[in-house]
């Protein structure tokens, strides 16, 4: 096997793989559920992932370690993770291979040229660094996963293909699952995968981030790609499909080689080799972006998050609307390590956790947050998959004992994401006059939070209701007529003026039949106004038990707008947040 | 032909032929896509009127208590009781039994159909000889978490039975003749189809709204759509729930009882050892026998009269000379 045909079936195999990891990110004991794969593995192996939240929290969280897999492999080899893992550097390579199809050998060269733009993407590494490392109080913001490869891979795979697969009727596991913006994910995802068309590996060649860190921990690496002297005639084949345009003709550029090996394999003089001697023809062993350039993305990074928190979203101003999943750190503590990579979107089994979009702030963009409305039922109190999940703690590991408040908790009571409000001018039993309850019969807890008062308001009739003759269990109406069947659904009371009230059972047009017989001494005299009451049942939050599941929010038949809703309010990540003594 | 030519006959007529073409192309399209009235309202679906009757002649008015703890031994000498599991399941008949799978919850908590009910009861219809079990319901939790937490799915598989979660398709419209409430409602019938045989399993639950959930509560379980609007008149639809659903035979679980934070309960605190497993054929007259051990007297659940007045069952289950029957 050729060296080209195994770094292709690498490729083939490490998309797949991801793939693959991608789609069994759900929960369930499966085989094509979550039951043990290890799905993080590709955000785990990514160095800037590791080094931005190392920079941002000054620890290297549990599977994070494996990055430094990647490191010593590209200390020793170069840039072969971006050759031969990185699955979205694979599908750069196949877009770009489609765009070149046919293309004569001088355009090819041409396309192949190494750019001084190419430096542009040690500036955005350095503008993310730097945003990781020197926010305030020393924990920084996780901005770099916006661009990172696989973070952005698979947060558009996560939100956007797989959903998008769903609604095509493409392996949905029930109802397809929702993702709030998916478009703009995948208008992203699917505008780096185009740009290839114009140049091969465009994003990795000029954005990549991860790209710039591996090349400049690839300095030294061992073994090299390079020229030997002897053989080469100068013909400049082996630029023909260079991946990373990194020049192997001239002084070759080696942080921008990827180690595709086509130089290797299109040299027709066996001039090019993988050896441990520097290339005959000279190496670039440093990105030369200019260090005014560097210094420049360093303090703007720097600037960011103290810049995008001027507003005030993580003191004084933080959004109500932004609940954040059971588990998630304080707001400042979780931004510096939220990678937005969609895995707690993805195997939240209720679908409720959706990508943030920017109506949450620019820093919040495609964060996790909770939407009652889009979700299959709200948060379930009893699950806690998504910090089990989240590759940087960003959502902290519970253990079910800690949420629900019980053991060791106990004395704690049960995690709060959020506190539930009745909107009195919306609730049917507050404001129409209608019985419902959905929400407190919903509430999960025990005791519930949810709590009702019952009231018997007067019944608003068109015209006014006269006793004719009453006994019994029955009265006639001298005056006014009963809607046919309205009052008997067992919510409705006749009020006797001795404030007794007895349940209609049936009625007629112009009688009324009752559960219980009228005391004789009660019987209303005949002539006299009749009252119907309604049983109205009107529901009270009680903050001490409201953990913010959403439960309610997501059962109220006030469909648009709720007539309760969650905010973050109360919510035990934030001690500032706190709402009641 | 070059610009510069002067238009020849045949090439004028080949561009008039093509420009009729043209025309009457863009004309006939057009005709034919011509609308004049503009859309209509909403579309008008028809509805199937009620659902097949699966009671069976000759069992009408059945009904046995059977008192004990373990509710696998409860189950068979209730069914005993009333005659044997052969005298509902024949040979080839095909199963459905509807459960209450509501809410993500596990065994424990009592708010869903006990998993060892479900599995000794597809057990014993598979022993009669039926073809096939299925076992569904259309919970308020996400319908895979219901089906896993509660016990229930796992259960239903270990004894051969079907599972069938909600999915859009597998609801119909259906109306009840009569009925004010259920009219062109969507109802989980998917899981009905070739079906012979209808039994409903809940727990003893719990309502504040209705005052208590327990065998025709659980019907609520066959609705889809916005059912939640039901609330508002909750005690007429259970009422047009026990006409439209005629089952072959209801088992109400009150070996635990919910006497507290009904539905979803959520504490042991809120559970109480009632020890009483109810099965019968009238499930107006199981349920206010289960009432009782709710603490509520039929006159309580307004829903149990409504449905006695619309001829579904009889509230005084007394008058059916219940077995009682006890480990």
Known sequence: MSLITARRASQVFFTALFLWFCAAATLGERFTELSGWPVNLFLELDPLVALATLLSTHSLYRGLLWALLTVCVTILLGRVFCGWVCPFGAMHQFVGWLGMRGRSLPARLEKNRFLPAQNLKVLVLAFFLAAAALGPAGGGSLWAGLLDPICLAQRSVNLALLPFLERL???????????????????????????????????????????????????????????????????GLCERACEGACAPTGRIRTPECV???????????????????????????????????????????????????????????????????????????????????????????????????????????WTPKLDFRAGRSGCQHTCIACGHLCPTAAIRPLRLEERLGTAEFAGRGPLRIGCAFVDRGRCLPWAMDRPCIVCQENCPVSPKAIFTRAVYPPVRMEEPLRVGEAGGERIGLAAGRLEAGRFATGDYFVQLA???????????????????????????????????????????????????????????????????????????RHPRHRMTL | MRPADPLNRREFLRRAAGAGLGITLAGGLSGLAFDPEGPAGLPREEAKTGLPDFSLPGTAGRLAIARGAERRETLGLALRALGGIESFVRPGDRVLIKVNAAFASPPILSATTHPDLVFELVRLCFAAGAAAVVVTDNPINDPASCFALSGIGPAARRAGAALVLPSEGLFTPVSLAGGSLIRNWPVLTGPLAGVT????????????????????????????????????????????????????????DGTTAMMTNGPTGGSLSDLRETRTLIAGTDPVAVDACGAELLGKRPGDLPFLGAAERAGAGTVDFRRLAPAEVST
């Open chain 1, 498 to 572: 001795s404030g007794r009230r007895i349940r209609i059972r049936g009625h007629g047009e112009r009688e009324i039949e009752l559960s219980a017989a009228i005391p004789d001494t009660e019987l209303p005299a005949a002539g006299s106004a009749l009252e119907i009451a309604i049983r109205l049942q009107q529901p009270y939050v009680d903050p001490r038990r409201c953990i913010g599941c959403g439960v309610c929010e997501h059962e109220c038949p006030v469909l648009g707008k709720r007539a309760i809703r969650v905010t973050a309010e109360n919510e035990s």
């Open chain 2, 197 to 252: 045989r209808l039994i409903g399993v809940a727990p003893v639950k719990d309502h504040h709204r209705s005052g208590a959930s327990l065998t025709l509560k659980n019907w609520y379980g066959l609705l889809g759509g916005r059912r939640n609007l039901f609330h508002q008149d909750v005690h007429r639809l259970i009422a047009e729930l026990a006409v439209l659903v005629r089952p072959t035979l209801v088992v109400l």
């Open chain 1, 169 to 235: 009727g493409v392996a949905a596991r029930g109802e397809p699952r929702l993702a709030q913006g998916a478009l703009a994910i995948a208008a992203v995802f699917l505008a780096a995968l185009l740009l290839n068309l114009h140049r091969p590996r465009f994003f990795c060649r000029f954005l990549c981030p991860l790209g710039a860190l591996l090349g400049l921990i690839g300095r030294f690496a061992l073994l090299r790609i390079g020229r030997t002297a002897e053989a080469c005639s100068g013909c």
């Open chain 1, 259 to 365: 180690v595709c090996l086509n130089c290797l394999a299109d040299c027709r003089h066996g001039a090019i080799a993988l050896a441990t001697r520097p290339s005959a023809g000279g190496e670039i062993p440093l990105p030369d972006p200019g260090r005014r350039a560097v210094l420049a993305a360093l303090v703007s990074g720097a600037a960011l998050v103290p810049l995008g928190r001027v507003g005030g979203s993580t003191g004084a101003a933080w959004s109500p609307s932004l609940v954040r999943p059971p588990g998630a750190l304080a707001e400042e503590e979780f931004l510096a390590r939220c990678i937005r990579c969609g895995q707690c979107m993805r195997v939240c089994p209720t679908n409720v956790i959706q990508p943030a979009g920017l109506e949450e702030g620019f820093e919040a963009l």
